[in-house]
């Protein structure tokens, strides 16, 4: 092999090749473990409205700093995964010095009972929040994204008479009762909810709307009709079936 120059030149190449990629490895090794291209810039983004600023800067401190190469991008990744207003993360590196930082924030639709929230996709999440409008949803654990979907269609129905909701409830037998923004409770049972539901505005807009002020609740759950309850205002309650 030794007099066979093609062989050589061949070998030759193959050791300037290793010796490259060594040298490329080594180099990479060595900016790996240096202080060189340190972080100097985190940056965060998304439409972030309801998040504590201060709290998501403080968690990008925690774990994006020195070397970009070695800074913990997996690890400042869960942090925010755990932070309860933020739906989605996304951590990249853009050399030379900079994080990104990409942030979409849940948007919250509801409150879920006395102490959680639910967001545009139907999933429950802790967090504070002082806005008294949200409407209350009140159901069994996993409900959440079939009351978030039944309130967009109850929404709908009561919309055409100017009526909100204010609270839902999807009983452990599968009914539903409705509390409108005005305090009056709809009851809606297990079946043809909808249908229940339209029937209740046509009666709203011809015959219960001028009794608002003293109506408690009407009951939909009737086949050929429906009941109301009338609060008590120093007259005795009653209850009649149309």
Known sequence: ???NAEAMERLTRWLL??????LAASGLVWFYNSNHLPVKQVSLKGNL????????????????????????????QEAYRRYPWIASVMVRRRFPDTVEVVLTERK??????????????????KAHLNRPSL????????????MLRRYDE??????????????MTYTARSAWNVVLDNGITVRLGRENDIKRLR???????HLLRKNKNRLSYVDMRYKDGF????????????????
């Open 1 to 3: 092999m030794w007099d």
């Open 17 to 22: 090749v290793m010796m490259a990629m060594l």
């Open 49 to 76: 409205v309801y998040s504590d600023k201060k709290a998501l800067g403080s968690l990008a401190k925690e774990y994006i700093h020195g070397n970009i190469l070695r800074t913990d991008i997996n690890g400042a």
């Open 108 to 125: 919250p639709i509801a409150r879920w009972g006395d102490h959680a929230l639910v967001d545009g996709e139907g999933n429950v999440f």
């Open 135 to 146: 409407p209350v949803f009140r159901g069994a654990e996993g409900t959440s994204a079939e």
């Open 154 to 167: 109850f929404s709908t129905v009561l919309a055409k008479q100017g009526l909100g909701i204010k609270e």
């Open 199 to 205: 029937l209740f505005t046509e009666a709203w807009q």
């Open 227 to 242: 009941s109301v309850r009338y609060a008590s205002d120093g007259l005795p309650e009653k209850e009649s079936e149309e």
